[in-house]
């Protein structure tokens, strides 16, 4: 552990906190350190398994004097408990001298998505190609900046559905929208109008400053309504979130797709992609796309569609 005599000597000193754990659990476990920490973190393979990832986050003086070190500790307990098969653990700590309250932006650059789709954060220059629809992205305190596989394949098929006049003029709901970065870019292909809703109110803020920045406000709205109190239907409903949420909001969920509609899932792995098709089949829909990301095939996007 780190004594308390380290963490007084110089404001300049953080704490590196590296977390190992199971791939499933990256977005809740990332979107809980960005919440709390108010900072990005940064996301590593685990050079000794594919299946698990390394999550460091960077403490200040001032979290460590917070208690935010036992949160932190709390938080993964939950984990353990609500996902007793995964991995989630700390690896270690040590002190660094280097200041990463902004040091993690340099991890996050523009990224394209598909053909034109191009993801920046507000702080990155970038020269866009005729064609480019650029997103600009600050995070703030929500999950969601477009390098997370789940995230790249929604993107990827919003492109798609745009491409074959599915998306133009379509109603959009965007069920955990974290950053907006899905509900800005259905806004900018030709959505009609999006409600992207989520229950994290930080997540709510981010978005809708991320609406503003991006100039979709006068399609996109950004609420902390419940799904099920939503005012539907939809003509297309998406939803990236983990396995688990979105089995516990599948009937919901399928109540928001308008005849015809479509729902898109991702933040689905190889392995959990059976349950949730039965799941959503059950309910009605009919499995109309699937595929897996092009980088990481474990991650995987689910479509369905109601009958007409």
């Known amino acids: 552990m780190i004594s308390s005599q380290e963490k007084r000597q110089d404001k300049r000193l953080w704490v590196e906190l590296s ?23 940064i996301v590593e393979e685990d050079p000794d398994n594919e299946e698990l990832l390394v999550i460091k986050a960077y403490l200040s003086r001032e979290d460590l004097e ?10 993964l307990e939950e984990l353990i408990q609500l996902h007793p098969d995964a991995t989630v653990r700390i690896l270690g700590e040590k002190v660094v001298e280097e200041d990463w309250h902004d040091k993690w932006k340099e991890y996050f650059r523009p ?14 220059e970038y020269v866009p190609d005729i064609d480019d629809i650029v997103i600009e992205i600050d ?18 098929r919003l492109e798609e559905l745009a491409d074959a006049d599915v998306l133009g003029g379509a109603e959009v709901l965007d069920v955990g929208t974290g950053s907006g970065i899905l509900a800005i870019a259905a806004a900018r292909l030709g959505a009609k109008t999006v409600l992207a809703i989520d229950n994290d109110l930080d997540a709510v803020e981010t978005a809708r400053n991320n609406v503003h920045l991006n100039n979709v406000h006068g ?9 099920w ?21 599948c009937k919901e969920l399928v ?8 729902l898109v899932l ?42 007409s």
């Open 266 to 307: 991702s933040g689905i792995l190889q392995e959990q992609k059976d349950a949730v098709v039965e799941a959503f089949e059950g309910q009605g829909l009919g499995l109309a796309h699937s595929e897996a990301d092009e980088k990481d095939d474990q991650w995987v996007l689910l479509e369905f569609q109601k009958r």
């Open 139 to 156: 995070p703030g305190r929500a999950f969601g900046v477009g390098s997370h596989p789940s995230t790249r394949l929604m993107l990827k």
């Open 66 to 75: 917070s208690g935010a070190l036992g949160s932190i500790e709390g938080y």
């Open 219 to 227: 399609k996109v709205s950004v609420s902390g309504t419940p799904v």
């Open 19 to 41: 977390l190992l754990c199971s791939k499933i659990l990256e977005e809740a476990l990332s979107d809980f350190l960005i919440s709390e920490l108010e900072r990005g973190v």
């Open 255 to 262: 109540n928001q797709v308008g005849r015809g509609g479509r």
């Open 111 to 124: 990224l394209r998505v598909g053909r034109r789709l191009v993801v920046k954060p507000t702080w990155e």
């Open 229 to 249: 109190e939503v005012e539907g239907p939809f003509d297309i409903v998406l939803a990236n979130i983990d396995r688990d949420t979105l089995l516990l909001l």
